[in-house]
């Protein structure tokens, strides 16, 4: 019986004989339920369409539409899909019940019609759709917020990108004069690393979303890994020695690619500012770029708190973020860029996975398919 309070479930009875629709609409209707009767499958969609109806109970054997061809036509109307339909028959042979279930009923109740198992029947399939709409309403509720957010963040990335690109070049333009102080010379590239760090931060974020409408799209050209490797850590030297960390590159093989050059850049740029950001005061942050087993093998190792194996496989996720107890690693949060390093490597049909480095410290290992 429904809930004080709540609006009473209509039931959609059809059966061409009077009588029997007669007897479980009363039945029903001393339950609590409200009732529509139909005498055909016709009639039955016509009301349906009116008005539909919160479960159906509708006969096999009628003139004109029998249940079969009347459950068929239901499934296609608005609503119809989820309405859960429970046949009534005479027949009692497996044949019948199992055609009946395999077109699409959710129940079976043989005639004549026992009123305590129609109405457990009733009251159970009702049960089961108010779940599958709450279910629903909380799934779209969900998408919706998501839908929100993601457009909040790309909304973000692009108003972030022109003041940032100006900091950038500001910083740049005062870095080149000569004139400056050592304090002031410092300060400019603080500027300068911290508008970058910014600057990847936003562009992993704006990557991050558009892939969860698909694959990164690239942008392929072809070009030699080894002088990318050695540009990059060139850029990164500066920030290297502002925390007293050696930075070397081991990048002299060839290692021709084809594949989308700023993507890979960027990869090499997070993974190198991570190891740099947990590298303990006079260690060594290293960039190796070699071939191995007819691939590129890119390695950025460093001496740092180590990933715990437990967490190799985690880091990668969107949003997940490992920090050790040491406040500079946590401050810098070594995990940033690490999901859009997976995404632009994946996108090129590579590999990309954590290893200890003994005695101390973790190696970004990133593999890429040569140029052909």
Known sequence: ?????????????????????????????????????????????????????????????????????????????????????????????????GRALASGADDLLSKPVNRTELLMRVRSLLWVRRLRDELAAQRDALLEAHRQKEQLTALLVHDFKSPLATILAGADYLGRERALSPDVRDCVGDIEQAAGALERMTLNLLDISRSEDGALETNRCRFEGSELAQATCARL??????????????????????????FIRRVLENLLDNALGVAPVGTTVRLEARQEKGAALLRVSDEGPGVPPAWRERIFEKYVRLESGNAES??????????????????????????????LGSVFCVRLPLAP
Not at 330 to 335: I, V
């Open 330 to 359: 946590a401050r810098n949060g070594r995990w940033l860029g690490l999901t859009f390093c997976r995404l632009a490597i994946h996108a090129h049909g590579g590999a990309i996975w954590v290893e200890e480095n003994h005695p």
């Open 237 to 262: 030297v500066r920030r290297a020695e502002s925390r007293q960390i050696r930075l070397l590159c081991d990048a002299e093989v060839a290692l021709p690619l084809e594949a989308d050059r700023d």
């Open 1 to 97: 019986m429904p809930s004080s309070g709540e609006r009473a479930p209509t039931i959609l009875v059809v059966d061409d004989q009077p009588s029997t629709g007669a007897v479980i609409e009363a039945g029903l209707l001393a339950a609590g339920y409200r009732v529509t009767l139909r005498e055909s499958g016709a009639s039955a969609l016509e009301a349906f369409r009116a008005q539909p109806a919160d479960l159906v109970l509708l006969d096999i054997l009628m003139p004109g539409l029998d249940g079969f061809e009347t459950l068929r036509q239901l499934r296609g109307l608005p609503a119809g899909d989820q309405t859960p339909v429970v046949f009534l028959t005479a027949l009692h042979d497996p044949a019948t019940h």
